[in-house]
């Protein structure tokens, strides 16, 4: 668990920096003001905790930490979740569920759904199965044991039902897959107007 939070706030301070309080106070004050400020790195360091606690048997706090995310940005992690270092939250109002593993440098835009598919003739516990570098368009609704591969792209209000291949783009109501020549890496913060 604490392995992961070095990671989760260096890239939690590279997407929400501070750059007034680096110039007047140094790096360490604006990696400080980035915690404090930033609800959504709040979220994912209360996960960790609650991932601990759990893992631990410590009861009811996985619990209260759960209902103080929700309370933070509108972010619930289940129980059986599974993040891998760097996850960019960037807005709250996510919910993930069931029996999801989200992969290192994920980035999930707001309103997103990702997790069990307990409609129709095929019930699942097991939710979606996210690869490194997964980017998460705003309101994309991921149900179901589906695999997205690396540097795999999730289109704005999509709901993806299928597998997405690696280095494509899954698009449109339901989900259809378009592929890409090269891949596509992960995303980057454009440095024009931090200043």
């Given at each position: 668990?604490?392995e992961?939070?070095?990671?989760?706030?260096?890239?939690g301070v590279?997407?929400h920096?501070?750059?007034?309080?680096?110039?007047l106070l140094?790096?360490?004050?604006?990696t400080?003001?980035?915690?404090l400020?930033?609800?959504?790195l709040?979220?994912l360091?209360?996960?960790?905790?609650q991932?601990?606690?759990?893992?631990?048997?410590?009861?009811?706090?996985?619990?209260c930490?759960?209902?103080l995310t929700?309370?933070?940005a509108?972010v619930?992690?289940g129980?059986h979740?599974q993040?891998?270092p760097?996850l960019l939250?960037?807005?709250g109002?996510?919910i993930?569920?069931?029996e999801v593993?989200?992969?290192?440098d994920?980035?999930i835009?707001?309103?997103?759904?990702?997790?069990l598919?307990t409609?129709?003739p095929?019930?699942?516990?097991v939710?979606?199965?996210?690869?490194?570098?997964?980017?998460?368009?705003?309101g994309a609704?991921v149900?179901?044991?589906v695999?997205v591969?690396?540097?795999?792209?999730i289109g704005?209000?999509?709901?993806?039902?299928i597998?997405?291949?690696?280095?494509s783009?899954?698009?449109?109501?339901?989900?259809?897959?378009?592929?890409h020549?090269?891949?596509?890496g992960?995303?980057s913060r454009?440095d024009?107007?931090?200043n």
């Amino acid at each position: 668990m604490f392995e992961n939070v070095r990671e989760d706030i260096r890239i939690g301070v590279a997407w929400h920096s501070v750059p007034g309080v680096r110039r007047l106070l140094g790096e360490r004050a604006e990696t400080l003001a980035a915690v404090l400020l930033s609800n959504e790195l709040q979220v994912l360091l209360v996960y960790r905790f609650q991932a601990w606690a759990r893992a631990h048997g410590v009861p009811i706090i996985p619990f209260c930490c759960r209902r103080l995310t929700m309370v933070l940005a509108g972010v619930s992690i289940g129980d059986h979740v599974q993040v891998g270092p760097g996850l960019l939250l960037n807005h709250g109002h996510v919910i993930i569920d069931g029996e999801v593993t989200i992969g290192p440098d994920c980035s999930i835009s707001p309103f997103v759904t990702l997790g069990l598919n307990t409609g129709g003739p095929d019930v699942s516990l097991v939710g979606p199965k996210f690869g490194r570098f997964v980017f998460i368009g705003t309101g994309a609704k991921v149900l179901g044991p589906v695999t997205v591969g690396d540097n795999a792209r999730i289109g704005a209000n999509a709901v993806v039902m299928i597998d997405v291949p690696e280095n494509s783009t899954a698009v449109g109501v339901p989900a259809r897959i378009v592929s890409h020549e090269r891949p596509l890496g992960r995303a980057s913060r454009s440095d024009a107007g931090s200043n």
